[in-house]
């Protein structure tokens, strides 16, 4: 039961793999697969893509609860999780544009890059000057906010895939582009608060 919360974590790893792997064999970005696929192979594929990142999203309250909840919280696991995070948030943008054009999604799809990029360049570079940045309460909920965000974006995109009303997919979009936009910033924030500690970490 210890190596549970770590099994979760790693599982959250291979399915981000998956998702992205499937997401792009649905639009054909699987050179040896060969020939074209089936629409229903291509809906197939964007299915099983959303589930498992859905899947995978859930992982990333319970290996924590658990690891508190069994008190098996390890070095391994403290590591482990922010890489599955931003391995899950990644792939999922990168498979999102890969469905087709995002207008509405490119910009702060690349904001939250651009963050998850620099705070990790900066976290690298304060251990080597052993300083360390505990993930903050804001940023707990900044990936709540964006996994929620990506799944529903990930539901719009794949919106023929899951047969769901035509008439139902605007409003739908509306939201959950509005929620993608409030990720974006609140991750923003999170940047920005990460950046200030580490410069008086380095200039004290």
């Avoid at 790893?13 to 997401?23: E, G, Q, W, Y």
């Avoid at 391994?76 to 990644?90: F, R, S, T």
């Avoid at 990930?154 to 047969?163: E, Y």
Wanted: hydrophobic share 55%; proline share 4%.
């Amino acid at each position: 039961m210890q190596a549970l919360p770590n099994l979760l974590t790693s599982a959250r790893l291979v399915l981000a793999l998956f998702m992205f792997a499937a997401l792009a064999a649905s639009v054909g970005g699987v050179p040896f697969l060969g020939g074209e696929l089936s629409s229903d192979a291509q809906f197939s594929l964007q299915r099983w893509a959303v589930i498992a990142f859905v899947v995978a999203a859930i992982t990333d309250f319970f290996d924590g609860w658990l690891a508190r909840k069994l008190n098996a919280t390890s070095v391994w696991g403290a590591i482990l999780d922010p890489i599955g995070d931003k391995v899950l948030v990644c792939g999922a943008i990168l498979g999102l544009m890969a469905l087709g054009p995002q207008p509405m999604v490119l910009l702060p799809a690349g904001l939250i890059l651009f963050r998850e990029f620099t705070v990790s360049a900066l976290r690298e570079v304060g251990a080597s000057k052993g300083i360390s940045l505990p993930v903050t309460t804001l940023a707990k909920w900044k990936t709540t906010l964006q996994l929620t965000a990506l799944a529903c974006e990930l539901l719009i995109a794949a919106w023929g895939a899951f047969d769901l009303p035509f008439e139902s997919q605007a409003p739908f979009a509306i939201a959950a582009h509005t929620l993608f936009w409030i990720a974006a910033a609140v991750t923003l924030v999170t940047g920005a608060q990460y950046w200030e500690q580490t410069r008086k970490a380095l200039k004290g």
